[in-house]
Structure formats: C-alpha cells, structure tokens
C-alpha cells in the first residue's frame, strides 16, 4: 500500500469517534472533560468531512467542516458559560448531581 | 511514500493526544493534549491539501477553543483527586459500543476498496479560491445563519455568567431625557442687602 486513500482518513477518524464515545461513556463525573470529548468527537467529523472532500473532488464537504467548526466554537462558548454558573452555585463540577439544577 | 509516511506519524500521534486526553488526570494537561491533537490535524489537513480549512482549524478550535477551555480550567480551582471516574461500572456499555463501531471497520475495508488517491487530482484553482467561490454563493444563506448562531451564543454566555450587583450605579437614560431645566436650575431674584435663604 503506498499511496494515501480515503480508506486510510475514514479508519482514522472512526478511531478518534470512538476515542471521544469511549470517554463520554467512561467518564460521567467530569463537566470538561465530557465537553472536550464532544470537541474531539467534532473533530473526527471534520477530518471525515475533508477527506472525503479531498478524495472525491468536491469542495462541498469544506465548507461544511467550516459550518461544523461555526457550530462547535458556540457550544464551547454556551457549555463553559454553563459550567461556571454551576461552579458558582454548587462549588464543584461533578455532573452526577446537576439534576439539582431544576428547582 | 512520503504522503503515506508523514500520514501515519500524524495519525499515530493524533490518536496517542486523544487518548491522553481522556485519561489525563489534570484537567490542564487534557486541554494541552487536545490543543495538540488539533495541531496534529491541521498537519494532516495541509498534507492532503486542505490548507484553507487547517489554518481555520488552527486559529478558531487552537486560538479560541482550546485557550477558552484554558481560561475556565485553570479559574475553577478544581480538585484533581475527586474527579477520577468509574471504569468497572461503565465498561460493557462502551465495550458493546466500539464492538460496534469495530465491525463497521471491517466491514467497510474489507469489503469495499477505495480506488481513489491524490495522484489523479487536477486543480485549477487554489483551495482558498474554490471555498470562496461556494461559500459566498451558494451557501450565502448558511453563511448569514451560522454568523447568527455564533451572536446568539455570545448573547447567551454574556446572558447566563451575568451577575446582577443592585449597589452599581447605572445610567439611566429615560429620566436623564424626562428633566426639564426646571428641575434642576431655579431663579432667585435677590434684594440688596438681605442675602439669600436657603429652603
């Protein structure tokens, strides 16, 4: 095998999705670390998004990697602004007693 | 050769970022790990020639998201020891789920060969070039609104960390305009030799 294919970038960010499920499903306690795995979960996306874009000749899956990193750097923003509030309020990040939120 | 080559040290050093990332304990060394799992992709990005899309990768998820996941880390003054998470308890789940994704894997390398590789490319234009000409044409409308969701998200963060301190002094514009000058200056018509009194 010595030529690049898009096979070789599809393993890849399987394996980086898998990665960024493996530590929302591991990880239930820590509020940043489950919102960096969304960020390496979106990641995956955008390097799938580009190589098929590079292999099959279409620039459409471009500009979409630039919707989705659009849509990741709101979230980021809107995730951190909720996790200071709740920081601020409980003194602590662990998640498992968030649903106290709602009263 | 070379391609392939350079793929495979940014893809195994990619792929080593993010698992550190998850199993850093120190919430600082998992945002430099992420910062540099991006980095990683970027190269990746530039080595099959999406440059346009690795600097933009660069400037907004290294620049902007990974310094802001910075900034509320190291502000929070969180407890490193109480956070470790549960493996025992979550294991089969996420087992049953990358048991599930492997098989996808398989499935798809070994029964479906991608013909396609870099070499039989024609490019007319740059990258940057072709994105634009798209970007601003026929996604216009997805252009507006992803510019909207980027103001709503920054409405909404001011909105939710805003704390409401009733002792601030505010303007406040409705009774600055509502004064007329007769509130606030009067004329005293004063006799010689009595003074003023003051009421």
């Known amino acids: 095998m010595t030529s690049l294919t898009y096979n070789h970038f599809f393993i890849l960010s399987l394996i980086i999705f898998i990665i960024g499920c493996f530590g ?12 960096m795995c969304i960020e390496i979960i979106l990641l995956a996306a955008n390097i799938n998004f580009v190589s098929a874009s590079v292999f099959l000749n279409d620039i459409n899956g471009q500009v979409f990697s630039i919707f989705i990193l659009t849509i990741a750097a709101a979230e980021a923003a809107i995730g951190l602004a909720i996790l200071v509030i709740y920081f601020r309020n409980k003194g602590e990040i662990d998640i498992t007693q968030i649903n106290q939120l709602k009263d | 050769m070379f391609l392939v080559g350079s793929f495979f040290l940014f893809a195994a050093f990619l792929i080593t970022t993010c698992i550190f990332v998850i199993f ?6 998992s945002v430099l790990f992420l910062v540099l799992a991006f980095l990683n992709s970027t190269f990746l990005f530039i080595l099959i020639g999406a440059e346009f899309v690795g600097i933009i990768l660069a400037i907004v998820y290294i620049g902007a998201v990974a310094i802001l996941f910075l900034f509320v880390v190291m502000m929070l003054d969180i407890q490193v020891t109480t956070l470790m998470f549960n493996i025992k308890r979550y294991i089969p789940l996420a087992l049953l789920f990358a048991g599930i ?3 996808e894997i398989i499935y798809l390398t070994v029964f479906k060969t991608s013909k396609d590789n870099l070499d039989t490319f024609i490019r007319s234009k740059n990258n940057t070039e072709q994105i634009g000409d798209v970007l601003y044409t026929e996604y216009f409308i997805d252009f507006q609104l992803s510019g909207i969701v980027l103001l709503l998200a920054m409405i909404g963060a001011i ?40 009421d």
């Open chain 2, 101 to 103: 994704i492997l098989a």
């Open chain 2, 159 to 198: 909105v939710l960390t805003h704390v409401y301190r009733p002792t601030i002094k505010r303007q406040n514009i409705e009774s600055q305009n509502s004064t007329t000058a007769e509130d606030r200056v009067k004329l005293v018509k004063i006799k010689s030799g009595e003074g003023i009194k003051d």
């Open chain 1, 24 to 35: 929302l499903f591991l990880n239930r306690r820590n509020m940043i670390l489950i919102l």
């Open chain 2, 24 to 29: 850093s304990k120190n919430p600082v060394n």
